[in-house]
């Protein structure tokens, strides 16, 4: 049973930096992609970022492509979001998700994508 387990997320101020971490268990994420997702209050959860399975291809979403990263520690079994100068936009749920299928998503932004999904780490940023 794959389980992702999400931490680090907190209340903030704006410009500050988080690094969420994302543990799975019950499977190795070497061959897979993964991806971070947000949801914020009352709207539909949102790509973030994605990584390949080799960690060689990073993908942002566009208003985050200059304040967060994503990587993976393979001997971990761990993928993580750098995120900085944040901003009050930034508040939501953030959640991991990974493919259950060796190959990259045709498109990194569909949920439908990713088999497996966390529970979510909140992230609140004040102004």
């Known amino acids: 049973q794959v389980q992702l387990v999400e931490s680090g997320g907190g209340l903030v101020q704006t410009g500050a930096s988080l690094r969420l971490s994302c543990a799975a268990s019950g499977r190795a994420i070497v061959n897979y992609a993964l991806a971070w997702f947000r949801q914020a209050p009352g709207k539909e959860p949102k790509f973030v970022a994605g990584?390949?399975?080799?960690?060689?291809?990073?993908y942002l979403e566009g208003s985050v492509h200059d304040r967060f990263n994503i990587s993976r520690d393979n001997a971990r079994n761990t993928v993580y979001l750098q995120m900085s100068s944040l901003e009050p936009e930034d508040t939501a749920v953030y959640y991991c998700?990974?493919?259950?299928?060796?190959?990259?998503?045709?498109?990194?932004?569909?949920?439908?994508?990713?088999?497996?999904w966390g529970q979510g780490t909140q992230v609140t940023v004040s102004s």
């Open positions: 990584i390949s399975a080799n960690g060689r291809d990073t």
């Open positions: 998700a990974m493919r259950s299928l060796r190959d990259s998503p045709s498109a990194w932004s569909g949920r439908r994508e990713y088999a497996y």
